[in-house]
Nanobody
């Protein structure tokens, strides 16, 4: 079973940028779409951005439009999330999964902390 492996999180000041990566362990991504989700402290996990693997059509939740960009690299079998103009409300654990998500593919995620 393909397992997404997230990386690239860290601590950044408000207004800063980070790029998250999601690599496939144990196979290749073959789902119709891949996505980034996040869970902020005390909140439910939410869909942040999604990309159709073949056609590249993207979706963003309203709070990140214009600031985040999702992309995929076929050759590297990797999904990225470029995050710019970060603010403290973006603080969360970020997860990569198919969209809709596979409940058996939730990984450890990568922590993003934005200081004010």
């Amino acid at each position: 079973q393909v397992q997404p492996v997230e990386s690239g999180g860290g601590l950044v000041q408000a207004g800063g940028s980070l790029r998250l990566s999601c690599a496939a362990s144990g196979g290749t991504f073959s789902s119709y779409a891949m996505a980034w989700f996040r869970r902020a402290p005390g909140k439910e996990r939410e869909l942040v951005a999604s990309i159709a693997w073949a056609r590249g059509v993207t979706y963003y939740t309203d709070s990140v439009k214009g600031r985040f960009t999702i992309a995929r690299d076929y050759a590297k079998n990797t999904v990225y999330l470029q995050m710019n103009s970060l603010n403290p409300e973006d603080t969360a654990v970020y997860y990569c999964n198919s969209n809709p998500p596979n409940v058996r593919s939730w990984g450890q995620g990568t922590q993003v902390t934005v200081s004010s």
